[in-house]
């Protein structure tokens, strides 16, 4: 996917979500408003450099105990808010079937085979917002066999607005594609996004041999088996 393609579905989408605001009761916000201000980028959060500590491998670990498959972008225990109805998820590890389900359904929406260290766009419906969806890794001829879950929601749609406001005026910057995908990154990562900051990261990662090498130093650092009790 390239740089230039992602600006358009995102531009695509914000006169999408505009579109919506003039038809429902959304305020818009002004153009002058600016990102908040992080502490610390989200490149040095992946290679464990910022101030935020990294998860406890005893509660928040991204690697199943016993087990070495690991979602390394999704963090457990917990819903996720995600921005993108198009999340994109990297995968470390032995082959899974990646399955999704609506909250109170027991029919998957998406299913996707996974074999090792993989980086899998969502290619289901689009994702509604208020909705919790839980993501499953599975083995592939026994759907019991659960092995690691997620779960993820779409933020509102107001915030959605806001937030594709924002993407704009950070994709009208100066500066290479690279520099601006770091930008959304960091601007993803000050709004609690994390999924989405870790999909601006992969999308560059062919390009910029520091967000390749952020990204292997935070999956081993994230990945690693929690100890034993």
Aim: overall charge negative; charged content about 20%; aromatic content about 8%.
């Amino acid at each position: 996917m390239t740089n230039r393609y992602q600006t358009g579905c995102r531009f695509n989408r914000l006169i999408g979500l505009i579109t919506l605001v003039i038809t429902l009761p959304i305020a818009l916000p002004s153009m002058a408003q600016s990102p908040p201000s992080a502490s610390g980028n989200f490149l040095d959060w992946l290679f464990g450099n910022s101030p935020q500590e990294p998860p406890d491998a005893r509660e928040n670990g991204r690697a199943g105990r016993g087990d070495d498959y690991c979602v390394v972008s999704l963090p457990p225990n917990q819903v996720v808010p995600l921005w993108s109805d198009r999340p994109v998820f990297l995968i470390d590890g032995a082959p899974r079937s990646l399955v999704l389900f609506a909250e109170n359904s027991d029919q998957p929406i998406w299913t996707y085979p996974v074999n090792q260290r993989q980086t899998i766009t969502y290619g289901g419906p689009p994702l509604r917002p208020g909705q919790i969806y839980t993501l499953r890794a599975q083995h592939k001829d026994f759907p019991n066999s659960i092995y690691e879950t997620r779960q993820v929601e779409l933020i509102s749609l107001e915030r959605q607005v806001e937030v594709a406001w924002a993407l704009a005026g950070i994709d009208g910057t100066e500066g290479s594609s690279v520099d601006r995908a770091l930008a959304r990154a960091d601007y993803f990562w000050a709004e609690g996004l994390e999924a989405d900051a870790w999909r601006e990261v992969m999308a560059v990662q062919s390009q910029s041999e520091v967000a390749a090498e952020a990204i292997a130093t935070a999956t081993e650092r994230l990945c690693e088996p929690p100890p034993a009790e």
